[in-house]
């Protein structure tokens, strides 16, 4: 029983410790469907074809750029780390 709580406890731990990559992810998933979601809404309301996808499409065109600049700290993270590391003999 005792091993269970330390597991819960330490599992709670790292929901605490990531909660802030939690929302983003969150927020993240909310931008990519925002065109499709304003897509049902349109129709919903009684637009015709051509206005909802200009609309849904400049609308996720935004929601893209703007999910590119959260993650892109992520991007060059994994690119600097791929990096070859150079041992500093030439042939």
């Known amino acids: 029983m005792v ?10 731990i790292y929901l605490k410790d990531s909660l ?3 929302i983003k992810a969150f ?12 897509a049902l809404i349109l129709r919903y309301i009684g637009f015709n074809g051509t206005i909802i996808t200009f609309i849904s499409i400049i609308l996720e065109i935004v929601s893209l750029i703007l999910c590119y ?13 791929e990096s070859p590391k ?3 003999k030439k042939i």
């Open 3 to 12: 091993i269970l709580f330390s597991w819960i406890k330490k599992e709670l």
């Open 20 to 22: 802030f990559e939690i």
């Open 27 to 38: 927020i993240i998933v909310i931008l990519v469907s925002s065109g499709f979601g304003c």
């Open 69 to 81: 600049l959260m993650i892109r700290v992520y991007i060059k993270s994994e690119e600097e780390s």
């Open 86 to 88: 150079s041992s500093g």
